[in-house]
């Protein structure tokens, strides 16, 4: 047995035992903390800037940048930010601005270019952001092309996902970043997946949304007809890695091993792993060779965020049966979150400011949220 079939294999065995005694992974205590964490702009802006704009972000995945020449161009936190994967095979980030005037070079979307071209004034820029033509450049006079060209962003690829800084160059050292979760994410292989679809979901506030992502007690009463189809509510295996986590769900099928010989199961078949990178990303494999991929980022205001959402299939889809199962997952993880989860989030988030309450509590059972918001305090403080 492989040594991550065994370490499947002693997850399982900690999901059991909860499923067994009614019991779930806990925080030492309860945590709480002031409504104002949620609505107050001055701490919003303070935590979204050091948070965001200053710990490296994952941007995107891999898969999203296959060849050289591939690009994405996105706008997250007033930043325009555009991946470009080099001739060389490096992934690289830019601000997405000219270096004359500030016009994007680039129009946000995907694609595959050799140059990136001003549309205002015709100055061009190659795949590793180098400034190498300018329109009637004679005319224009003398200037230092080698300083000139598109602003870098610290990035790095790890495990499959493309990490950022949004801040210009502020390095990072993604490898101390992750720590021992790098290992977590390098067992999901993500760069030999199938990308089938992918979308953009408004979502209420950052905290609101976050704190979904990160506990299964609402399971059962949000997600009866979806993913709690799937998963026992209230039963979490948790694990941190500093402010990275893994999360363990236990299958529907879960209990039926009781009466099973370990030799007989199959490892990783009766759980669910959700992997959290802190502060944005969120992986969670949830049927079969099927994964969702979220990256979470807050919006313009307070109280929206913006999640890019991208399903994973373990190969592209051939046959009408795996058109149709790749199809079904697909539309159950977009009504789990956006009509499930984000809907009950923008309710929650509407009530805020009513004054009902003062403070939240985070309880015992949801570990996960605690750690978050912990190291939000650490981060920021």
């Given at each position: ?30 945590m ?20 965001f704009?200053?710990?490296p ?18 706008d ?9 994967r080099?001739?060389?095979?490096t ?23 050799r ?20 329109y ?7 200037v ?20 950022v ?9 993604v ?5 021992p ?17 992918q979308?953009?979901?408004?979502g ?15 399971h ?9 189809e ?22 529907r ?11 007989d199961?199959?490892?990783g ?23 969702l ?14 999640t ?17 199962a ?27 400011r ?28």
């Amino acid at each position: 047995m492989t040594d991550r079939s065994l370490e499947l294999l002693a997850l399982t065995r900690r999901a059991l035992v909860h499923y067994r005694n009614r019991t779930t992974d806990q925080a030492d205590g309860i945590m709480s903390m002031p409504v104002a964490a949620y609505t107050d702009p001055e701490r919003y802006e303070r935590e979204v800037d050091r948070v965001f704009r200053h710990l490296p972000l994952a941007m995107a995945l891999s898969l999203e940048l296959p060849e050289p020449g591939s690009y994405l161009a996105i706008d997250q936190l007033n930043a325009p930010v555009l991946l470009v994967r080099g001739e060389d095979g490096t992934v690289r980030a830019f601000l997405n601005a000219c270096r004359h005037r500030g016009a994007p070079v680039c129009k946000p979307g995907t694609g595959n270019a050799r140059v990136f071209a001003c549309p205002y004034h015709a100055w061009t820029y190659n795949t590793q952001g180098e400034l190498v033509g300018r329109y009637r450049g004679e005319t224009f006079g003398d200037v230092d092309e080698s300083v000139l060209g598109l602003t870098s962003l610290s990035c790095a690829e790890r495990s499959g996902l493309i990490w950022v800084t949004l801040s210009p160059d502020e390095a990072f050292d993604v490898d101390e970043w992750l720590g021992p979760f790098q290992a977590e994410l390098d067992t999901l292989d993500l760069t030999n997946w199938h990308i089938y679809e992918q979308r953009e979901i408004l979502g209420p506030g950052w905290k609101v949304t976050m704190d979904g992502y990160l506990e299964v007690y609402h399971h059962d009463s949000v997600h009866g007809k979806t993913v709690g189809e799937h998963t026992i509510g209230n039963l979490l295996v948790h694990d941190t890695y500093g402010p990275h986590q893994r999360m363990v769900f236990g299958r529907r099928s879960l209990g039926a091993l009781a009466d099973r010989a370990e030799s007989d199961w199959n490892p990783g078949q009766d759980i669910r792993l959700i992997h959290s990178g802190f502060p944005n990303l969120s992986i969670s494999g949830i049927l079969g060779d099927h994964c969702l991929v979220s990256h979470i980022f807050p919006g313009p205001t307070i109280d929206t965020t913006l999640t890019r959402q991208t399903v994973l299939a373990a190969k592209p889809p051939v046959t009408p049966e795996e058109e149709k199962a790749t199809a079904t997952f697909s539309a159950m993880v977009l009504q789990a979150v956006r009509d499930e989860d984000y809907a009950m989030g923008f309710r929650i988030q509407a009530g805020l400011r009513s004054g009902a309450n003062t403070e939240f509590l985070y309880g015992r059972n949801e570990p996960a949220v605690q750690n978050y918001h912990r190291w939000i305090s650490r981060f920021v403080n």
